[in-house]
């Protein structure tokens, strides 16, 4: 039965009043501070301040600006209402304050009107008959139960706080989220709708099949079920749109109409009780035709006979007789035998069919099988029927328990009289139903219990014929109690959807939230007709009753979840004032429902978990999020906690690594991040899963600029969300950049999940920030080193793809040394990401002159085939050449600059101007169409080719001096920095440097470089030269990062970083990753 629903505000009215108290609190000290008085003003200011405060207050007069009086505080709670306001006539008279009801009125009642309906008096009898005593009573229990058990748990949640009109949904978004909340919400609208639906065609059938069966259009639907139901199709249209039009017209008359229906529902079962006493040894009125034990139909009682001509022309036509009718007698069967008769006996066991069996005493084959073509005047089941079917077709009589919660705004002590209230009413009804079940089984004969619609007695209600004083009473008071549910539902339905519309979690439901200039929901009462006639076409009650079945047990056991997640979850919160309740009774009625929905109509069932999940789904990923303190969030922590404690602190099993990424994203002075595209990278490979988590670090003081972190924190999540990077991010305040990701390095995670890879974005201006730029990302790169996790430094980042565009082409794998596989797995997580599963994958490695490169070739596509990876396999060879003139003019460039800056002591200002000159003076000519970067690698391709066998061969004056004469250009165009900042190049002018080599004679006589930096600057360039003709045209070149220097000075700094710089010279896009010093991938399953 459906529940009549109050339209009721949750929280706004509160959080207003707080607002203004808080508001009225902080006015309470004035603006003292804000101005420049003299003593007097203040002396004058302070008598103000006491006039104002408590005398013993004084000591949290500070306070009062934010947080109010208790006395205030309290008054805004006792003063809470919890019902939305009506829509009001600015020229009507104020009204009087409503009456707060009591148990009796606001609940009990209500109660007893929405559980009571249509199936006790035309479908019970009907269950009775078929099912038997004792599957009956076993039926009625199950359902009463399931109730009961959810009425406990309801009850528990109703009594923990204030709780808004809202019913179930209320209880259940307030308690499992907004995504559980609205998946339910939505089928307990759905279920009141079609309960709408199977009133509308309850109310038809009674009207046509018991009181006015003339009024058929269809023809004599006894002959035929489809034009009874068409019948039912068309009447209960027409009602729709009456019913439809009163509750838009009218929403007054509807609940002034409640309480006639309620009486109505109340007088028809004391007739019927009173009926069967009085009937208590049957009566005359009710005669049966039975041929042998097969129930006859439309046969008047005195025609049953065989000497009658009547059923003669029935079984004889054309002078030959039914078999079964010539082996059989026909006899008068009083229908309504009483309790005194002993007919109960007859009626313990159950007596299911199935379509198109003869209803007839006992199971006999020859007596319920119809072996001819033509049933003749013998009464057929309409459906096949079994116990589980049955449950679900008496369900909806046990619904309606609901109706006292809906009513909290209204009521006087709701935490008071909801449990008392619903749970004497489900007693109560309970009763009635177990009771009706024994006094049927022990008044009506069998037969006639199982002629569903009474066409064995002329057309006439068995529940009707039993009643006292006359049939009528029970006609016109079923009728009119189901017309009222009816309206009920019509009322209800449209205000529950607007309610969850409001809440603005469905967000296609928007539309429905407006109401009409009468403060009426017109829009959802026009979808709620709608869903109501698609009800009505299916035509026919045994239909619709398990299907609104379905999404009532559905309701009902997420509140049962909803009060067992409370319990064992024990958040401080749940303090219901409900006291018998338990976390095992919710999980036995949740099981229930569960059972039921499947015993009942798997596929059914099916459809309302299919609708329940889809909506859960949209909610999820569409809906606008909502915290409310909900159980579900209070079980994820559980959960969370537990895992975390059950998860190791050491590093998992190889098999089981996957990179937990640490993004540390820079902001520039807008706090915002720097590079957006840093967030698609980490959103690309973490097609592997596992953890995201991006920091920025923020240089000042945090008690003076944590409105700043707040605000860098959402802009960071902003650009998480729209790069739809799945995990969590942080601002740290530090009075040190590099102090501050030192650590977060160390302390980022909890407990064994903590992330074991880095990506650091490249600092493209280290050359004019000077030390301070490469120190802070040296300083991390130890940092991260000395944690023992991986390190991805991207360079080039701006011209990674987006995460909504597909690539082809190849990714380079240059493996020059083994540091646990991680450059071997990078690759093929990235292939995961749609962005780069077209591109292929090459595997480059470098051999010496001693290295048999044909069986390391060999090697190493072995070990590709272990580890599951496609991928092209090259070895590169390496002559060791002498040292090229080209290598020790870059290194003495790069020694000379560290040491002109060193000893002019510059700054950071002055060295970032020193570098834009030399900058300015080997710029890029404006009218360069080409990319930097292009422009870049094509200088290089060709100074390669030019000049390789000049760097590679044995260095001399001359030679040296002829190279420098005819590929200066080219020199200076490999110094540039990277594309994506467009920063100044390497050194100052090759040109400046070789006048000043020629002017001092002989070049290894005059200047010695380090034979350290000479001997990594020479492997930088070779290096360099094979990958950039190997892998020009690569989308992605993924290398071995250097170690750092273990020396802390700046010029081993500063060295590292032009050999880095040397290292990438030429390439767009390279991934330059650092293992973390373990094994992260294996060949074993």
């Known amino acids: 039965m459906p529940d009549r629903f109050q339209v009721t505000k949750a929280d706004e009215d509160t959080v207003l009043d707080y607002q203004q108290d808080e508001s009225a609190s902080g006015k309470l000290l004035g603006d003292i501070h804000d101005e420049t008085l003299d003593s007097g003003d203040i002396h004058r200011a302070e008598e103000n ?68 309906g249509v199936i006790l008096f035309i479908r019970l009898t009907w269950v009775v008959g078929t099912a038997g005593a004792v599957c009956g009573f076993l039926i009625v229990l199950t359902c009463c139960c399931v109730t009961m058990l959810t009425a406990i748990s309801m009850s528990a949640i109703a009594t923990n706080g204030v709780v808004p009109a809202g019913g179930s949904y209320f209880m259940i978004s ?95 079962i004391i007739a019927v009780y009173v009926g069967i006493f009085d009937n208590i040894h049957g009566n005359e009125k009710l005669y049966m035709c039975v041929l042998g034990k097969r129930l006859l139909k439309d046969i008047p009682i005195e025609n049953c006979t065989k000497e009658d001509s009547f059923l003669r022309d029935i079984y004889c036509p054309e002078g030959r007789c039914e078999e079964y009718y010539l082996a059989n007698n026909v006899t008068k069967v009083k229908g309504i035998k009483g309790l005194a008769s002993g007919v109960f006996y007859d009626n313990i066991f159950p007596s299911f069919l199935e379509k198109g069996q003869f209803i007839s005493y006992g199971k006999n084959a020859i007596d319920i099988e119809n072996t001819n073509d033509q049933s003749y005047n013998q009464i057929m089941a309409d459906i096949t029927t079994s116990f589980t079917l049955l449950i679900g077709i008496f369900f909806p009589s046990v619904t309606g328990i609901m109706a006292g919660s809906n009513r909290s705004g209204d009521l006087a002590d709701a935490q008071k009289s909801i449990p008392i209230g619903t749970i004497c009413a489900i007693l109560t009804t309970s009763t ?102 698609c009800g009505i076409l299916l035509g026919n009650v045994d239909l619709l009753a398990p299907l609104l079945s379905m999404f009532f047990l559905m309701c009902y056991g997420f509140v049962n979840l909803a009060c067992a997640v409370q319990t064992l979850l024990r958040t401080p919160n749940w303090r219901p004032r409900f006291k018998f309740y338990h976390w095992s009774l919710s999980l036995i009625g949740l099981t229930l429902c569960i059972s039921v929905m499947i015993m009942t109509s798997w596929y059914f069932a099916l459809i309302a978990m299919g609708m329940a999940i889809i909506i859960y789904k949209y909610i999820e990923y569409r809906g606008a999020e909502k915290e409310w303190g909900d159980g579900i969030r209070g079980m994820a922590l559980t959960a969370a906690r537990y895992s975390l404690l059950r998860l190791e602190e050491g590093p998992p099993h190889t098999k089981n690594w996957r990179p937990q990424i640490l993004v540390l994203s820079k902001l520039n002075d807008n706090l915002l991040p720097k590079y957006r595209k840093i967030f698609s990278f980490a959103t690309q490979l973490k097609a592997g899963k596992g953890l995201t988590i991006c920091v920025s670090v923020i240089k000042g003081d ?101 995460s909504n565009h597909k690539i082809g082409g190849n990714i380079d794998i240059w493996w020059i040394v083994h540091d646990g596989g991680l450059l071997m797995l990078l690759p093929f997580l990235l292939k995961q990401h749609r962005t780069w599963r077209n591109c292929k994958l090459r595997i480059f490695t470098v051999a010496q002159i001693e290295d048999n490169s044909i069986q390391m070739k060999k090697d190493l596509k072995t070990f590709l085939y272990h580890l599951r990876i496609e991928a092209d396999v090259e070895v590169v060879e390496m002559n ?48 360069n169409k080409m ?81 350290f930096n000479v001997r990594r600057m020479h492997t930088a360039i070779k290096l360099n030269e094979v990958i950039v003709e190997k892998s020009q045209d690569a989308q992605l070149v993924i290398m071995n990062l250097p170690g750092p220097p273990r020396e802390v000075r700046a010029e081993r700094e500063s060295n590292y970083m032009e050999f880095l710089e040397v290292l990438t010279e030429g390439l767009e896009k390279v991934l330059m990753v650092r293992g973390g010093g373990r094994e992260v991938i294996t060949i074993y399953s």
Not at 214 to 237: E, H, L, P, Q
Not at 732 to 749: K, M
């Open 49 to 116: 301040q006491k006039s104002n405060i408590d005398p013993n207050l004084y000591l949290y007069d500070d306070d009062l600006a934010t947080r109010p009086h208790i006395s205030t505080f309290i008054s805004s709670i006792a003063n809470y209402e919890n019902t939305i306001p009506a829509a009001t006539d600015p020229d009507a008279k104020p009204a009087a304050p409503s009456a707060r009801m009591g148990t009796l009125i606001g609940v009990f009642l209500p109660c007893i009107q929405n559980i009571f």
């Open 174 to 268: 307030r308690s499992l989220g907004p995504e559980f909340g609205g998946a339910v919400g939505m089928l307990f609208y759905t279920g009141t709708t079609l309960a709408a639906a199977m009133y509308i065609v309850g109310a038809v059938e009674i009207v046509l099949t018991y009181m006015a069966p003339w009024a058929s259009i269809f023809g004599d639907f006894t002959k035929d079920a489809d034009a009874m139901y068409n019948n039912f199709r068309v009447y209960g249209t027409l009602l729709l749109i009456f019913m439809g039009l009163i509750v838009f017209v009218g929403v007054k008359f509807v609940n002034k109409f409640a309480t006639v229906a309620l009486a109505c529902v109340i007088l028809s």
């Open 432 to 533: 009635v139903y177990l009771s009706s079940v024994m006094f049927f089984a022990g008044t009506v004969d069998n037969l006639l219990l199982r002629d569903k619609f009474g066409q064995s007695i002329g057309g006439k209600l068995v529940v009707a014929n039993i009643a006292w004083p006359n049939q009528w009473v029970i006609l016109i008071g079923s009728f009119l109690s189901t017309l009222g549910a009816g309206l009920q539902s019509l009322t209800g339905a449209p205000r529950l959807l607007q309610a969850i519309a409001r809440d603005e979690i469905i967000p296609f439901l928007a539309p429905f939230a407006k109401s009409s200039s009468r403060g009426e929901p017109t829009r959802a009462l026009l979808l709620t007709i709608c869903i109501c006639q």
């Open 702 to 802: 945090h008690t003076k600029i944590s409105n700043k972190a707040v605000d860098a924190k959402s802009t960071l999540r902003k650009y998480m969300t729209d790069e739809k990077v799945k995990g969590f991010c942080d601002v740290l305040v530090a009075q040190q950049i590099g102090e501050g990701l030192s650590s977060v390095i160390q302390t980022i995670g909890l407990g064994g999940m903590k992330p074991n890879t880095v990506i650091i974005g490249w600092p493209y201006s280290w050359r004019q920030e000077g030390r301070n730029s490469w120190k802070t990302f040296i300083q991390t790169v130890r940092t991260v080193a000395a944690c023992h996790m991986a390190l991805m430094v991207p360079k080039g980042i701006n011209f990674y793809p987006e």
């Open 880 to 927: 060791n050449s002498d040292i090229s003139a080209y290598t020790y003019e870059r290194t003495l460039m790069m020694e000379q600059r560290n040491q002109m800056l060193r000893a002019l002591g510059l700054n950071k200002k002055e060295n970032s101007k020193v570098v834009q000159t030399i900058m300015d003076f080997k710029e890029t000519p404006s009218d």
């Open 931 to 1011: 990319s930097l970067v292009q422009t870049i690698v094509d200088h290089h391709y060709d100074a390669t080719k030019t000049a390789s066998k000049v760097r590679f061969a044995d260095p001399t004056i001359e030679e040296i001096q002829h190279h420098d004469s005819q590929n200066d250009e080219k020199r200076n165009s490999i110094d540039l920095d990277g594309p994506e900042n467009g920063d100044a190049p390497e050194t100052t002018s090759n040109k400046d440097e070789s006048t000043e080599k020629s002017d001092g004679g002989d070049f290894k006589s005059s200047v010695k470089p380090d034979e």
